[in-house]
């Protein structure tokens, strides 16, 4: 191998180690992003749970903190408010799911990323691969059935339960726009649910295979680790 060709390949090893870097730090901080929605949804759940289970004690309280912070001056329209509370809680579950499903489509990215390194520069880079499933806690398992299992079951639930008192509450005046309205926000919700399970869980169906990189990289030998080297003198050989 000539110096300007080991000079290439050791340019090319740099930049796709700083991609790995930072397709890792772009991964924390949707990690970091999908948190803290995930936090404001499970709020808005507890609160439209709450609004619909007793919409006559939510609307007094709406009705307090109006005069406290507006005025008398104020009418509030329940149904509205209850409307909006819904296309609000639509929003955070689409961008909820968003985040969920770019972060679970990352790491198989780096694993590729990882066994090319690995096998390029002749040193172990595990961190997101083999040295993280390997001996998983069963606490990580428990939280990441709750983040895909048991939060969308969840809300599955309370959508439902949402409805039903939907249909209590307007009864015979279900052609209400506000009814019409709402009943398209829940079915919405419950769409995206089983859209991310459908995923998650099944793949699709295993209709495509997660895109790996197809880069082929030659690294000299003196920025590969002797070990390495000897097992690849090994093979040629035989």
């Known amino acids: 191998m000539s110096s300007q060709d080991g000079v290439k390949n050791e ?4 930049l796709y180690y700083d991609h790995y870097k930072d397709t890792f730090s772009y991964l924390r901080v949707y990690i970091a992003t999908r948190d803290k929605v995930f936090y404001i949804t499970l709020g808005l759940l507890i609160l ?9 004690v939510a609307k007094n309280i709406s009705a307090v903190l109006v005069k406290k912070n507006i005025g008398d ?5 329940v149904n509205f408010v209850n409307s909006l509370l819904l296309f609000a809680f639509l929003s955070l579950i689409i961008k909820y799911f968003q985040l969920t499903l770019l972060i679970e489509r990352q790491y198989p ?14 040193v172990k880079i595990t961190r997101e ?6 001996a998983y806690p069963i606490v990580l398992s428990v939280i990441h059935r709750i983040y ?3 939060f969308p079951g969840v809300l ?10 939907e249909i209590k509450f307007f009864g015979a005046e279900w052609k209400n726009g506000y009814f019409l309205f709402d009943s398209l926000i829940l079915l919405f919700i419950i769409l995206i649910i089983a859209a991310y399970i459908s995923w998650s ?7 495509s295979v997660e895109p790996q990189p197809s880069v082929v990289l030659e690294a000299p030998e003196e920025l590969i680790a002797p070990e390495f080297l000897d097992k690849t003198d090994d093979n040629q050989s035989l």
């Not at 691969?129 to 390997?134: C, F, I, N, R």
């Not at 599955?156 to 339960?161: G, K, L, P, R």
Request: net charge negative; proline share 2%; aromatic share 14%.
């Open 11 to 14: 340019k090319s090893l740099e």
């Open 48 to 56: 439209i749970f709450f609004q619909s289970n007793n919409p006559d």
């Open 73 to 77: 001056s104020i009418y509030i329209n």
């Open 109 to 122: 990215y780096l694993h590729a990323i990882e066994e090319e390194l690995t096998a390029n520069l002749g």
């Open 129 to 134: 691969g083999k040295s993280y499933v390997e």
């Open 148 to 150: 895909s299992l048991l």
């Open 156 to 165: 599955v639930s309370v959508v439902v339960v949402k409805f039903l008192n």
């Open 201 to 207: 869980q099944f793949k699709d169906f295993k209709k």
